[in-house]
């Protein structure tokens, strides 16, 4: 899907009229060109199936499964879809493998195209889930995520060191016992 970077250069200079500036001050006169730039970034995995980054797996011998895959602070970013205002977070990702696995470093990349999109982070951690579940074929799936959002944290109740958390578990994971072994993992990589 491609942007419209004169659309949004065009809607940004009104907004600057609209809240009493003006776009052609020395300082303003590129913003709606770096906005639009800013934008195509934010929104780059709209029209992208993040299952894409999956594709190329690797089968494993039955003997060869190991019981539990966890990748832990990932950096993400997106953009929520109620004021268009950045949330910033660390994901962590843990899967137990079906048949097969897949490199390291599409997991991120998984993360990364569903957040860049207008969202909320409840969906997102739903849909990186699914995404993994799915694309996969894994036994299950637990997904934390854990952001400060700017639309808390710079508007409204202005709670700068508030975070949210949110999880989706899928099949073995969803099982109260095997996500607390999960969540154990993830809470021992923190840093103090």
């Not at 207008?118 to 036994?139: C, H, N, V």
């Not at 637990?142 to 944290?153: F, I, N, P, R």
């Amino acid at each position: 899907m491609a942007i419209d970077s004169g659309r949004i250069e065009a809607a940004v200079a009104e907004i600057l009229v609209a809240i009493g500036e003006d776009p052609a001050r020395p300082g303003l006169q590129s913003t709606p060109q770096r906005v639009a730039q800013a934008y195509a970034d934010f929104f780059s995995g709209l029209g992208v199936d993040p299952r894409e980054h999956l594709a190329d797996t690797v089968e494993l011998e039955p003997g060869q499964l190991g019981e539990l895959v966890l990748l832990r602070d990932i950096a993400f970013r997106s953009i929520c879809e109620h004021h268009l205002l950045p949330f910033l977070g660390t994901a962590h990702v843990a899967y137990v493998p079906g048949s097969r696995v897949v490199g390291l470093g599409k997991i991120p990349r998984v993360v990364e195209t569903l957040a860049s999109r207008p969202q909320l982070q409840e969906r997102l951690t739903e849909e990186i889930a699914d995404a993994l579940a799915d694309g996969l074929d894994a036994a299950g799936v637990l997904v934390v995520l854990d952001a400060v959002h700017g639309c808390v944290s710079a508007r409204g109740v202005r709670q700068a060191t508030s975070s949210t958390v949110t999880m989706a578990t899928r099949g073995t994971l969803a099982d109260p016992v095997e996500r607390a072994e999960v969540m154990a993992l993830i809470g021992s990589g923190a840093s103090s």
